[in-house]
């Protein structure tokens, strides 16, 4: 009975050296992580969708603390085609050559520019994230389309920046030049963010209240459950919105969302109607400056942007 007794001891002063030894690690962990969670570049953020899987991105690992909220402006660039515009193209300006983009992007390093995403624009206004050393600028694509991921992809990774995609889900398959499903799969892996312009890229002014909830709602849920990504930005179809529109983008959840009137994105707007700069064909790198340069100041977008 005494051996037994004298074991029993040993067991209980084991386990309670193990309770001391896992509380002292949790408290040096929470210590040294000063409360935060990860930076918005985080090599192993995960990101949760509608379907409750979720996925790592690969950046670099840090840690958060939160600081005073961000207050400068930001410029988001819109790009379409990746490519030279073919014979006889219907809207030609939309076309930017692979070369001519590379141009652009080094010429935006060399002013002292770094690419951020939509979130992490935000979160560096709202809860004072500090953003990657340099002038923060967003690099936005609309509409899905593959040279985005062929071309682009390739020139932003080189220099370690980040894009956004605003995907639609129909209407731009592969056999007519769209984003494979894999591709844009890889784009989300490696840390672009996933936005959206909705379903199928419709005039969202012209719909019923149920098509708008379809064009929105289901749009954002299905995209979630798709690829895993928050996805948390709207970008309004050709820039057609009006009070309808944006209140079913505030009822999907949407952080807010990016117009096409011309002007930087500044932290005391209205987040539901954020400007952004369109770059077009013709665009050198050096009008490229000037256009960022020269649109800083330009008026917010007003309450509604109707369809031509």
């Known amino acids: 009975m005494r051996a037994e007794a004298k074991f029993a001891r040993r067991r209980r002063t084991l386990a309670g050296s193990l309770i001391v030894t896992v509380a002292v690690i ?7 992580g000063g409360g935060g969670g990860p930076s918005p570049r985080a090599a192993t953020t995960a990101q949760t969708g509608a379907s409750g899987a979720s996925t790592t991105s690969t950046r670099p690992r840090s840690v958060v ?10 410029p988001i660039l819109i790009y379409h085609v990746i490519l030279a515009a073919p014979p006889g193209a219907p809207f030609p300006g939309l076309y930017v050559t692979p070369t001519l983009f590379a141009a ?21 206004w709202r809860y004072g994230r500090p953003l990657p050393a340099g002038r923060p600028i967003v690099i936005s694509f609309d509409n899905g389309y593959a040279t985005q991921y062929t071309s682009a992809f390739p020139v932003l990774r080189s220099l370690g920046w ?7 889900l129909s209407g731009l398959p592969p056999s007519q030049g769209g984003l494979s499903r894999h591709q844009v799969r890889l784009m989300v892996h490696a ?3 996933l936005d959206t312009q909705g379903y199928s890229h419709a005039d969202l002014i012209t719909l019923s209240p149920s098509e708008l909830h ?18 948390e930005w709207f970008c309004y179809p050709s820039g057609h919105y009006d009070a309808a529109v944006i209140a079913a983008v505030r009822a999907a959840g949407f952080r807010g969302a990016t117009t096409v009137v011309h002007g930087w994105a500044n932290p005391t707007a209205d987040p539901f ?18 256009l960022i340069a020269g649109s800083r100041d330009d008026p917010p977008p007003g309450p509604s942007y109707p369809a031509a």
């Open 162 to 168: 980040l894009g956004v995609e605003n995907l639609q």
């Open 26 to 32: 949790v408290v040096a962990v929470v210590t040294l």
């Open 273 to 290: 109607r954020l400007p952004r700069l369109e770059v077009l064909g013709t665009t050198s790198p050096s009008a490229l400056l000037a």
């Open 65 to 74: 603390r939160n600081g005073p909220r961000g207050i400068e402006p930001v």
């Open 191 to 193: 840390g672009w963010e």
């Open 104 to 124: 652009q992007m080094h010429a935006l390093a060399a002013a002292g520019y770094h690419a951020v995403t939509m979130n992490e624009m935000w979160d560096n």
């Open 214 to 231: 379809f064009q929105v709602a289901v749009a954002r849920a299905r995209l979630r459950a798709l690829y895993h990504a928050t996805v």
